[in-house]
């Protein structure tokens, strides 16, 4: 692993269990422990805070009496232990992050996240410099879907469009989304602006690449936020046919009679799609395709419920599951809906299996992650990280 400047995680809070044990980290889960460690060890850790290079952290160690290739080996075991960065790594999209001071300012929390989620050195700054390049579009910009825009504009993503039709409706206004005074105004012109004004500022665009002929990078994810969430409880297979066949990664999330729901996410041809899920509701439901078309068709339009608390909850899920895809993981949201019932306010995942009669071919995917009927869990499907309560010891006892 090469590291340039490495640091101690800043975001991880540093606790002393004893003299000899170091606890990086509050949250059980992204604590690690470390220990035993002796004095020495515990004053050169300290020099790890990024303004150093790795030569002068062999002269230090030198100094301080710890032995030839010390100060290499205990590097390395952070770094393999989750707790280090590095100010310089990251790659290109990294370098061109830092040369906009006023964007880092802004995505420093962000950044801060990425740096605890990701392990390796440099890993938040990678993650930050693909969510920069990355361009998402959002289908709806009423209360789910323009709070979604704003959110992910705001986290780093480079570009996000929001197509909608007709005008801003006072119903559509939510802190967060479209403000007050965008009613009546053209829904896809107002939501550009949220977009806008909630970037922390605009990536510099590659004049080389790929991209040159278009001048726009291909879409990275869909994620279908319909104003009525009848099309996120019950995706229409038409609506998205294009995002199918052209392989693009789609996400619903949308409030239905009282009810949030995010996903499911779909790849194309490796997860469970919107015909998947017609095709196995017909399988349980005889009377479903009756209902879908009267409620698809019915002239009576159902007045609006849709709670803005819980408007916004799903907004900021739905933007969690999207970044985590983005940022290289497979959300929680694949191959499930999440659910939110009011008056309750708790989760729950509705597992949505691959249909074996569904053109997608998901159901023979080499790729699939989860075997069927197993259940998704909130915290996501990444690697599980050491604990207090299951600490992760790393002998850190120099040797003279
Ligand atoms: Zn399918």
Redo the contacts with the bound molecule.
């Keep these: 692993m090469h590291l340039s400047h490495p640091l101690l995680k800043p975001a991880l809070r540093r606790g002393w269990h004893d003299l000899r044990t170091v606890q990086f980290g509050a949250a059980p889960a992204h604590a690690v422990v470390l220990g035993p460690i002796d004095t020495a060890t515990g004053s050169f850790i300290e020099l790890l805070d990024g303004t150093r290079g790795m030569p002068l952290l062999r002269e230090e160690a030198h100094r301080m009496g710890l032995a030839e290739g010390y100060a290499d080996r205990l590097v390395g075991r952070l770094a393999r232990a989750g707790l280090l960065d590095d100010t310089t790594g990251g790659g290109p999209g990294a370098a061109a992050l830092r040369e906009r001071p006023a964007a880092l300012e802004r995505l420093r929390p962000d950044l801060g996240s990425l740096a605890v989620t990701s392990r390796e050195p440099g890993g938040a700054m990678a993650r930050m410099g693909a969510r920069r390049a990355s361009r998402v579009q959002v289908r709806g910009a009423g209360r789910v879907g323009a709070t979604l825009a704003a959110v992910l504009s705001g986290a780093g993503v480079g570009q996000v469009d929001v197509v909608d039709g007709g005008c801003v409706d006072p119903g559509d206004v939510a802190p967060g989304g479209m403000p007050a005074r965008a009613v009546g105004e053209r829904r896809t012109e107002a939501a550009r602006k949220v977009v806008r004004q909630a970037s922390p500022g605009a990536a510099r665009r590659s004049r080389k690449g790929p991209r040159a002929d278009s001048g726009e990078p291909g879409l990275s994810l869909v994620v279908v936020a319909p104003r009525d969430g009848l099309g996120a409880f019950a995706p229409d297979p038409a609506a998205v046919e294009q995002f199918v066949s052209s392989g693009i990664p789609h996400l619903f999330a949308g409030v239905l009679e009282a009810t949030g729901m995010v996903g499911p996410l779909v790849l194309p041809g490796a997860t469970?799609?919107a015909?998947?899920v017609s095709l196995d509701r017909v399988d349980r439901d005889p009377a479903w395709p009756r209902l879908i078309t009267q409620w698809r068709a019915s002239r009576r339009r159902p007045s609006p419920s849709c709670d803005l608390a819980l408007a916004t909850t799903v907004a900021g899920f739905a933007a969690a599951q999207a970044l985590a895809f983005l940022d290289g993981t497979l959300p929680s949201a694949a191959e499930a809906r999440w659910e939110l019932a009011l008056p309750e306010s708790a989760w729950r995942a509705v597992v949505l299996s691959?249909?074996p009669e569904?053109?997608?071919d998901?159901v023979n995917s080499p790729d699939r992650a989860r075997e069927p009927g197993e259940s998704p869990t909130l915290s996501g499907e990444g690697p599980p990280r050491s604990a207090p309560a299951e600490p992760v010891r790393a002998t850190m006892a120099k040797s003279r």
């Design positions: 469970t799609c015909q998947c691959p249909h569904c053109p997608c998901a």
